[in-house]
């Protein structure tokens, strides 16, 4: 079976993806939890990389991105920067 890469905005699938998390009973804490380490990703493909939909999304600018991480912190990217002082980060 051949995957097509829809050229949606990546916010849609994360959208679309909690709804499925909702949807098989998953607890709150954990979609929550996806919705913010999947909204940091957002942001840096956004940021970093000047990617808004899926389709120039492939496994080497995740590598990229776990590679950021590792180097400048989980927490180098933010969704609200109210949040930093909010969380202590």
Known sequence: MTRIKSSKDINTFIQDFLDSCILKGLAHKT????????????????????????????KQIVEEYLEFTKQRGKYSYVADEKSLKINNQ
Do not use: G, H, M
């Open 31 to 58: 979609t929550k939890s996806y919705y913010q380490c999947l909204t940091l990703f957002a942001k840096y493909l956004e940021d970093e990389k000047l990617i808004t939909t899926v389709d120039r999304v492939n």
